[in-house]
T-cell receptor, first 114, second 118 residues
Framework: AQSVAQPEDQVNVAEGNPLTVKCTYSVSGNPYLFWYVQYPNRGLQFLLKYITGDNLVKGSYGFEAEFNKSQTSFHLKKPSALVSDSALYFCAVRGRAAGNKLTFGGGTRVLVKP | GAVVSQHPSWVICKSGTSVKIECRSLDFQATTMFWYRQFPKQSLMLMATSNEGSKATYEQGVEKDKFLINHASLTLSTLTVTSAHPEDSSFYIC??????????????FGPGTRLTVL
């Protein structure tokens, strides 16, 4: 079975400081990995994904994530956080076999303080 | 591109009534759509996979007679909560997988529907 762990329920960071949201996963074979962001009472917005190739993936709004196979991690990063980045962030994994479903982590709330 | 809409965005209904939620892919055709449920401060729980032209595949523990799913076209899937009860109150989110080769691995999510059953 595949699973995703987001060890931090909440991350607090000052505006302008680097932001990191942690994610580790477990899946058979090579994974598809995703990050989504959710604002209050809204659906999920796609930020970025790792499918293959370069381990450093760049996505929307200045976010990036690094795939680390040996550590089975896919941490989300942003060099300089904005107050508007305050939201709920979800990491998700899907195995490559046909019919595999997307499994989400529990979510990490990010609070960026001015 | 890859926009998914849901209607309504929120609904309040009386216990015992049925509520229909629509999920549409606006700029692509989706052979597969997904329905999720999200409780406050929790992650998304997959309820079912909706396949165009065939029966939906429900996750374990999800009552298929209570949560009716119809995927009648390549751009529309509906979720009907039948005989709703207060415990069905939740945030329901749909997603669709864009079959375009460069996007096919990505699910795009609708804005969600807040259901409150009185």
């Amino acid at each position: 079975a595949q699973s995703v762990a987001q060890p931090e329920d909440q991350v607090n960071v000052a505006e302008g400081n680097p932001l990191t949201v942690k994610c580790t996963y477990s899946v058979s074979g090579n994974p598809y990995l995703f990050w989504y962001v959710q604002y209050p009472n809204r659906g999920l917005q796609f930020l970025l994904k790792y499918i293959t190739g370069d381990n450093l993936v760049k996505g929307s709004y200045g976010f990036e994530a690094e795939f680390n196979k040996s550590q089975t991690s896919f941490h989300l990063k942003k060099p300089s956080a904005l107050v508007s980045d305050s939201a709920l962030y979800f990491c998700a994994v899907r195995g490559r076999a046909a019919g595999n479903k997307l499994t989400f982590g529990g979510g990490t709330r990010v609070l960026v303080k001015p | 591109g890859a926009v998914v809409s849901q209607h309504p965005s929120w609904v309040i209904c009386k216990s015992g009534t049925s509520v229909k939620i629509e999920c549409r892919s606006l700029d692509f055709q989706a052979t597969t759509m997904f329905w999720y449920r999200q409780f406050p401060k929790q992650s998304l729980m997959l309820m079912a996979t909706s396949n165009e032209g065939s029966k939906a595949t429900y996750e374990q523990g999800v009552e298929k007679d209570k949560f009716l799913i119809n995927h009648a076209s390549l751009t529309l899937s509906t979720l009907t909560v039948t005989s709703a009860h207060p415990e069905d109150s939740s945030f329901y989110i749909c997603s669709a997988r864009d079959p375009q080769p460069e996007r096919t691995d990505t699910q795009y999510f609708g804005p969600g529907t807040r259901l409150t059953v009185l």
